[in-house]
Antibody
Framework: QVQLVQSGPEVKKPGASVKVSCKAS????????LNWLRQATGQGLEWMGR????????GFAQKFQGRVTLTRNTSISTAYMELSSLRSEDTAVYYC????????????WGQGTTVTVSS | QSVLTQPPSASGTPGQRVTISCSGS????????VYWFQQLPGTAPRLLIS???QRPSGVPDRFSGSKSGTSASLAISGLRSEDEADYYC???????????FGGGTKLTVL
């Protein structure tokens, strides 16, 4: 079946970077945009950015511009989100989600990856 | 503070019909599609309504979406205990060039 499987939980210190992976199965990674979102505990959803896995073209929310890097490895059907200069406010569950966000929405979601930033 | 405004809570008894509102502006709901997501406790969000009113495969027809101007609504009829969840509306915002979400509505089935 179509699914996105994310990497496991991470604990990082302030100032460090974290890289989360998202492996697609049941469909071709390059056929759909891949979005990244996050949700702090008890809070709402926040869209961070997207990548077109076919071209590698990316787009970001201005808030994350310069701090987020989105990449992909099509040979292993996996996309990556790297967030740098971590601070405590970045503690959240990070999700990948498939879909052209503006016109089609996000129809398949990963299970989420908890990233904890603590000294 | 969310750009899309939702009531923080809603409730109903089994079998009832409840609606959840989502208010935005001309830069988001007014010109772009609205999406609704359901998030059960401890799980990832699930797409419930696409392009204002379309139900993805597998979503029961008890769920319906509508839009008028800069506001949208999600209606749930024949309320069931398993509908107890957080519901989020979302739309692309042309001014901010981001996907924006409402703050979420916690639905309680009494």
């Amino acid at each position: 079946q179509v699914q996105l499987v994310q990497s496991g939980p991470e604990v990082k210190k302030p100032g460090a970077s974290v890289k989360v992976s998202c492996k697609a199965s049941g469909y071709t990674l390059t056929s759909y945009d891949l979005n990244w979102l996050r949700q702090a505990t008890g809070q709402g959803l926040e869209w961070m950015g997207r990548i077109d896995p076919y071209s590698g073209k990316t787009g970001f929310a201005q808030k994350f511009q310069g701090r987020v890097t989105l990449t992909r490895n099509t040979s292993i059907s996996t996309a990556y989100m790297e967030l740098s200069s971590l601070r405590s406010e970045d503690t959240a569950v990070y999700y990948c989600a498939r879909g052209e966000v503006r016109y089609n929405g996000m129809d398949v979601w990963g299970q989420g990856t908890t990233v904890t930033v603590s000294s | 503070q969310s750009v899309l405004t939702q009531p923080p809570s809603a409730s109903g008894t089994p079998g009832q019909r409840v609606t959840i509102s989502c208010s935005g502006s001309s830069s988001n709901i007014g010109y772009n599609s609205v999406y609704w997501f359901q998030q059960l406790p401890g799980t990832a969000p699930r797409l419930l309504i696409s392009r204002d009113y379309q139900r993805p495969s597998g979503v029961p027809d008890r769920f319906s979406g509508s839009k008028s101007g800069t506001s949208a609504s999600l209606a749930i009829s024949g309320l069931r205990s398993e509908d107890e969840a957080d519901y989020y509306c979302a739309a692309w915002d042309d001014s901010l060039s981001v996907m924006i979400f409402g703050g979420g509505t916690k639905l309680t089935v009494l």
